[in-house]
């Protein structure tokens, strides 16, 4: 059973930074694409970038490009998310997810990961 567990969410000012880490047990995870998500009140969940953990190919949402670094370590089973120059419009709960396969096609898409953690606040401040 895939375990992915969050942390690092918090409350901060607009245009500073925060990391959010998931770690993740329960398989080897070398086919995997592992992913962020975020949704905020009233809105439909959305993709904030993911990543492929044996070759490190990373895609990300278009608002997050520049701001937003997701990075893996192999040897500590966590994926990260650094998130510099944040917006109010980034206030969410943030989700890992992680799925077995990978699909260029379908990276960007919720209801193709398999596995979810149970979400971290993050809070941007105007």
């Known amino acids: 059973q895939v375990q992915l567990v969050e942390s690092g969410g918090g409350l901060v000012q607009a245009g500073g930074s925060l990391s959010l880490s998931c770690a993740a047990s329960g398989r080897t995870f070398s086919s995997y694409v592992m992913g962020w998500f975020r949704q905020a009140p009233g809105k439909e969940r959305e993709f904030v970038a993911a990543?492929?953990?044996?070759?490190?190919?990373?895609y990300y949402e278009d608002s997050v490009k520049g701001r937003f670094t997701i990075s893996r370590d192999k040897v500590k089973n966590t994926v990260y998310l650094r998130m510099l120059s944040l917006k109010p419009e980034d206030t969410a709960v943030y989700y890992c997810a992680a799925d077995p396969t990978f699909s260029i096609l379908t990276v960007r898409v919720h209801a193709r990961y398999s596995y979810w953690g149970q979400g971290t606040q993050v809070t941007v401040s105007s």
């Open positions: 990543i492929t953990w044996s070759g490190g190919s990373t």
